[in-house]
């Protein structure tokens, strides 16, 4: 979806300007919503797909004052209200006023985090057909602008680039963020120069590279 989430190449953000020796959190609040999200999203609810489209789906005026967490524990609750897990009286309240429905895998406990953290979500899924394209194909991203999730910057697409590598087969994030199926697919790593991405005035020794799933890609 096109939205405030997706700012590669825009202007007028200002510049970057990386913070020297950065802590870990900036609040004390900060971890306790990492471990929320973590252990909510650990009971099989949704997916990560999921996940990433409610922070991409708050409104514009928010996501772009709120800090990274901020955003992550909003998205997180309204994931919550979204499964019948939490009811706007609770969160008004901001605690339990009912008991919990069971989930779908029971809620880990403090034990249970470091094998869950280890095993991560792996999503690599194996697909029967071949790759369509190559190593060095030259290719051209679809203009595409779902209402939905994808993971193709809007200013990467109707472009034209080659394929750098063939990365593997995995889920579709177009799909599997909206309960769809996971339909893996080829992806592939492809480049474009800075020229074709922003026009002449880039630098002409700029490229960035891509990983595309093979929906997102035609021929030239």
Same mark, same amino acid.
């Given at each position: ?33 990492? =471990? ?6 650990? $009971? ?20 772009? +004052?709120? +800090? ?7 998205? $997180? ?9 939490? @009811? ?5 309240? !901001? ?24 095993? !991560? ?28 999730? /994808? ?8 472009? @034209? ?15 599997? =963020?909206?309960? !769809? ?11 474009? /120069? !800075? ?13 960035? +590279?891509?990983?595309?799933?093979? @929906? ?5």
């Amino acid at each position: 979806m096109n939205s405030a989430h997706d700012l590669g190449g825009m202007m007028g953000f200002g510049p970057v300007r990386p913070e020297q020796d950065e802590p870990v959190f900036h609040a004390a609040w900060e971890p306790r919503a990492l =471990a929320l999200t973590l252990a909510c999203g650990a $009971l099989g609810e949704w997916s990560i797909d999921t996940s990433r489209h409610a922070r991409e789906s708050l409104h514009p005026v928010f996501y772009l +004052s709120a +800090s990274y967490y901020e955003i992550w524990i909003e998205a $997180l609750t309204h994931l919550l209200e979204r499964r019948d897990m939490l @009811s706007a009286e609770e969160r008004a309240a !901001g605690h339990v006023l009912t008991p919990a429905r069971p989930t779908r895998r029971r809620p880990p406990t403090a034990d249970d985090m470091p094998a869950i953290l280890a095993r !991560g979500g792996p999503c690599d899924r194996p697909v029967p057909q071949a790759p369509l394209f190559s190593v060095g194909d030259p290719v051209r991203t679809r203009n595409l602008h779902p209402a939905g999730h /994808t993971r193709l910057p809007r200013y990467a697409r109707a472009k @034209s680039g080659i394929v750098e590598s063939v990365q593997g087969s995995y889920v579709l994030p177009d799909s599997n =963020a909206h309960e !769809g199926g996971e339909n893996p697919q080829w992806v592939y790593c492809v480049t474009f /120069t !800075g020229q074709e991405l922003w026009g002449d005035q880039a630098d002409p020794g700029f490229s960035v +590279s891509i990983d595309c799933w093979e @929906s997102y890609l035609d021929h030239p």
